[in-house]
Structure formats: C-alpha cells, structure tokens
C-alpha cells in the first residue's frame, strides 16, 4: 500500500502565545479528504493552532509541514503562497456591507 501524503505533518509541536504554552508534544496528521473538527472552550487554543498552520503564530518547538511548506523555515516571501492553498475563516471574519457576498470572497481570493 501506498504511504499517506499528509497536507498536515505535526510532530512533537509546541505552541505558545506570550508565557503560555497552548500545545505541547503536538502530534497531528491530517490527510487529502479528511475532515478534522475542533472544538473547546474559549482560550482552549483553537484560533491559535489554525494561525500556526497559516504561518501566523510561529510554533515553538518540534516539526510542522502544511502543504509542502515548512513551517521552522517558511521564509515570509512564501506565506501569500501558503495561505492562498489554505481554506481559513475565522469566527471574526466580517463582510463589508456594501459588497455582495461574492464580492467579499472575491476581495479575499
């Protein structure tokens, strides 16, 4: 059997936002077709991890590949790249009213 190409390669990960530590020993696969939900309480780390994954929030320890890119070495001329690849709305996300909603997806794409 053919070994699984991973979109999402976490090994042993850190993340940590001012002196709190978030995630710790963090070991995530994520392959093409699966879905993944989180889910937690408020301040649980959910935004944070997927600002990690976006290159937004650098991890403090361990291994992180998304989507080909590496994550301790993404240089910040390759993040337009990355993130154009990944599909994020975060639970702020506000359309501008005056714009259709095609509009508004059309300014972020």
Do not use: C
Request: glycine share 8%; net charge positive; proline share 4%.
């Amino acid at each position: 059997m053919a070994e699984k190409k991973w979109l999402l390669d976490f090994q042993g990960v850190q993340i940590a936002r001012h002196e709190h530590i978030l995630f710790e020993h963090l070991d995530l696969q994520v392959a093409a077709g699966e879905f993944v939900y989180l889910t937690g309480p408020v301040g649980a780390g959910k935004s944070t991890l997927l600002k990690t994954i976006s290159a937004e929030v650098p991890l403090t320890k361990g291994k992180a590949n998304v989507m080909g890119f590496d994550l301790s070495r993404i240089k910040s001329k390759e993040l337009p790249k990355l993130r154009r690849r990944l599909g994020i709305v975060f639970q702020n996300f506000q359309l501008l009213p005056d714009q259709t909603v095609h509009d508004n997806l059309d300014i972020v794409l």
